[in-house]
């Protein structure tokens, strides 16, 4: 099965600056790699996703990058701000399959 | 649409008794998943159904562990006999899969069961 591994497991960045957390995946078939935000006490939801026909995707602060060859893909986040302080999710799954594998967490702390 | 929702929010219960979790997944959405979330092991997918049938329950611990969806609307995940490793929190989530391939997970606000 597809095992998703997920790196750092903590990080602490001064707002203003930038925050980047790195994933690899497993299993080359995988086509879908979402981006998940668990505020302290609260579900997970989605932030951002990419599939793999294409290799980067941003939205506002927000970017994903993915690199097929080397199977890892990560999670860009400029501009930190207090209220991005969460813990992240990387993921992974393949076509024709349901199942999303998620990654172990990132707990991102942004010091004001 | 009020988003998945999850019932009871907290448990607390003794070891040995049996112990159920219930979600409604969000009216439409095809597929449905029971996670389990520990600080040491993260996000674990326990089951999931999709068009109510059981796909893929590798994830399920043990067989004091059992899952159903009898119909669109509604699944039960029970535990008996209940263990104090058991502790976590317990998310349920749907999606709508469609031609593409995994869609937006939804989840719940999450069951945390405590089992003393």
């Known amino acids: 099965g597809e095992n998703v591994e997920q790196h750092p497991s903590t990080l602490s960045v001064q707002e203003g600056d930038s925050a980047v957390i790195k994933c690899t995946y497993s299993?080359?078939?995988?086509?879908?790699f979402p981006w998940y935000k668990q505020e302290l006490g609260k579900r997970p939801q989605l932030i951002i996703d990419?599939?793999?026909?294409?290799g980067e995707k941003k939205d506002q602060r927000i970017a994903v990058t993915l690199n097929k060859t080397a199977k890892h893909f990560s999670l860009h986040i400029t501009e930190t701000q207090p209220e991005d302080s969460a813990v992240y999710f990387c993921?992974?799954?393949?076509?024709?399959?349901?199942?999303?594998?998620f990654g172990i967490g990132t707990k991102l702390q942004v010091i004001p | 649409d009020a988003g998945v929702i999850q019932s009871p929010r907290h448990e607390v219960t003794e070891m040995g008794q049996e112990v159920t979790l219930r979600c409604k997944p969000i009216?439409?959405?095809?597929?449905l998943f029971w996670y389990r979330q520990t600080m040491m092991r993260g996000l674990e997918l326990l089951i999931y159904?999709?068009?109510?049938?059981?796909?893929?329950d590798s994830g399920m611990p043990e067989d004091r562990f059992s899952a159903k969806m009898p119909n669109a609307s509604f699944s039960t995940l029970k535990i008996q006999p209940s263990e104090p490793r058991d502790s976590a929190v317990y998310f349920c989530?749907?999606?709508?899969?469609?031609?593409?391939?995994?869609?937006?997970?939804?989840f719940g606000e999450g069951s945390r069961l405590t089992v003393l």
């Open positions: 009216s439409g959405h095809n597929s």
């Open positions: 990419i599939r793999s026909n294409v």
């Open positions: 159904f999709n068009n109510n049938v059981p796909i893929d």
């Open positions: 993921a992974a799954s393949w076509p024709g399959y349901q199942k999303v594998t």
């Open positions: 989530a749907s999606s709508l899969v469609s031609g593409v391939g995994t869609g937006e997970l939804f």
């Open positions: 299993d080359s078939a995988s086509n879908y």
